[in-house]
């Protein structure tokens, strides 16, 4: 059974840091991994999506990379804003793409003007 | 991408109650997800919804408690039934869009009291 484990489960951190969240998983063999982001009360938006093929996928200040070996997947947030601020899941498919998502439980980010 | 909306976006509702909430899509997509996310915790997979034919439930739900319609390509409901104060969560609706990426509704937030 697919388990997907977020370090840390929160972080604070002051405006204008670089940060890394991280994401592993326990079956490789995965068909996409992806990663959203939640504000409280809210549902979840698509950030970046990374299929099994690929290594890394870029979108302006957010980079996810991907080791399927390893199991590992990590979302780098540059120059971060306050408005970054919110919870942070990895999720991942580990068959075909009508299959649902595996969810990690999210890191709560927090970045202090 | 997809866009999908979710009807009522929040509501207060009285323990016994029953609630139907809506999920429409503006593309035809072949499988809907239903989730629930409690206060705090990371998002759990309620059932599949094919349209054409009966939902699969996740283990620990039942379609007595959580009935779902799937009458088309771009519209499902999910009924909470019979609400306790233990079914307070959202409720997001998802599915699979362009390029494999996994979509959400903006939830459906219930409080029952």
């Known amino acids: 059974k697919q388990e997907v484990t977020q370090i840390p489960a929160a972080l604070s951190v002051p405006e204008g840091e670089n940060l890394v969240l991280n994401c592993s998983f326990t079956d490789s063999a995965i068909y996409n991994l992806q990663w959203f982001r939640q504000d409280p009360g809210k549902g979840l938006t698509s950030l970046l999506l990374i299929q099994s093929s690929q290594r890394e996928q870029t979108s302006g200040r957010l980079n996810a990379s991907l080791d399927k070996s390893s199991g590992r997947s990590t979302l780098y947030i540059a120059a971060s804003q306050p408005g970054d601020s919110a919870t942070y899941l990895c999720?991942?498919?580990?068959?075909?793409?009508?299959?649902?998502?595996?969810f990690g439980k999210g890191t709560r980010l927090s970045v202090i003007a | 991408s997809a866009v999908i909306s979710q009807k009522p976006s929040r509501d207060i509702c009285q323990r016994g109650t029953s609630l139907t909430i809506q999920c429409q899509v503006d593309?035809?997509?072949?499988?809907m997800f239903w989730y629930r996310q409690q206060p705090g915790q990371s998002l759990t997979l309620i059932a599949t919804?094919?349209?054409?034919?009966?939902?699969?439930?996740e283990s620990g739900f039942v379609i007595d408690k959580f009935p779902i319609s799937r009458p088309n390509l771009t519209f499902s409901t999910l009924t909470v039934s019979n609400m306790s104060p233990e079914d307070s969560s959202i409720y997001l609706c998802?599915?699979?869009?362009?390029?494999?990426?996994?979509?959400f509704g903006e939830g459906s937030w219930l409080t029952v009291v």
């Open positions: 593309s035809q997509v072949t499988m």
């Open positions: 998802s599915v699979a869009g362009e390029g494999n990426t996994i979509y």
């Open positions: 919804a094919n349209q054409g034919s009966e939902a699969t439930y």
């Open positions: 999720a991942v498919i580990t068959s075909r793409v009508d299959t649902p998502l595996v």
